[in-house]
């Protein structure tokens, strides 16, 4: 299939020829019976013994069959833009008036984070207007994986994996390769949450409407709040709170891929259970620990899953050394569409409502009780209940 000067090819997840050596590297892997260290089972110092014995566990009889059969019951795509092998997931729902929606994942994630949402916003749905009319609004969905993740390559060059070289790879694939020429919106978290910025900020003839969980831009802190004399929600104070202990003893893993990524890549490369801690520490760090979120741990073994079958873990730490300055001085984007927040509780990154408003056209901000970094997976509802009121209201196509 052609676009125009690209070409679109249909793809298939089909890796069970690498599962045997996995099951086979985490049956021989000795765990310790127990953690010598006094205290050591305390979830501040990482991961536990207990949780990654009950993962590895679970992973020597996880059914890949069965997920591998889930992830392709959904259309996958790859395209080469600029060198780079872009893998992608794109449903459309046939709907007339569909808004075009791009949504990038970020690390320790995949496109497998977002697939929750998809046949949700594929859907028609009724929302009530601000002024009390009612519209139906659906969705086109595109997920694609980040240069370097999973099924798509690593760029050819240092420059092209940059967070805005990454954003003219999605401009071009939605406007040029996908043919989405009136317009289109975008959202994201983590890693996908900055590059959508870029995306925002330099193709405003493009991108429509913007609903990010963060932003390149330092968070403020408690004392910031204060001076600024201003009141916060309750969910508010407590994302400052939780992100101050972020900041104090759970950015190693930042540091490490930031500027050593080849030694932390290359020791968990091919490291199975090694790339269960590293990952799976992330997962429960950074997921709702009060049991309403929808994250289980068959979501964390499919994930590190992707990572290892594909051989793409060292490849993934590079986004960190490769984008070292991450946090810029707050400044308005080249774009006066509208944009909207999603305040997931357990998050580690958080920027209160007066904030942002100060640099964008803030017209949407919602503070969620249920969910954190991975709202796709955990709390993929709420996800879609924003998605929809956000861009139902305000997304406009070019004319």
Known sequence: MASGKYTIQSFKVDLSAEVPRLKARLAATQLPTHNPIPGGEDEKWGITLAQLSKLRDEWLVYDWEAEQERINSYKHFTTEIDGTTIHFVHEKSGIDGAIPLIIT?????????????????????????????????????????????VFSSAPPTVEGRSLKSTAKLWNTLMAEVLGYTNGYAIAGSDWGALISWHLFDLFPENVRGAYLTMFPFA????????????????IERFGLDKMAERGASGMGYFAEQSTKPDTIGLALQDNAIGQLAWIGEK???????????????????????LYFLTKS?????????????IFQPPRKPNNSAPLGYGNFKWDGVHWPRYYVSQFANLVFYRDHEKGGHFPGMENPAGFVDDV??????????KQ
């Open 219 to 234: 968070p403020i802190d408690s004392a910031q709040v204060a001076k600024d004399n201003r009141t916060l929600s309750e």
């Open 283 to 305: 997962f429960y760090a950074w997921s709702d620990p009060t049991g309403k979120g929808d994250l289980t741990s068959k979501d964390i073994l499919t994930g590190v899953s």
């Open 105 to 149: 994942h970020g690390w320790p994630g995949s496109f497998d984070e977002y697939l929750p949402v998809v046949r949700p916003l594929l859907q028609s749905a009724e929302i009530t207007l601000l002024d009390g009319r009612k519209k139906k609004v659906s969705f086109d969905v595109v997920i694609p994986s980040l240069p370097g993740f």
């Open 313 to 325: 873990f060292l490849s993934s730490v590079f986004q960190y050394a490769h984008n070292p300055d």
């Open 388 to 397: 929809r009121e956000f861009l139902g209201e305000h997304f406009a196509f």
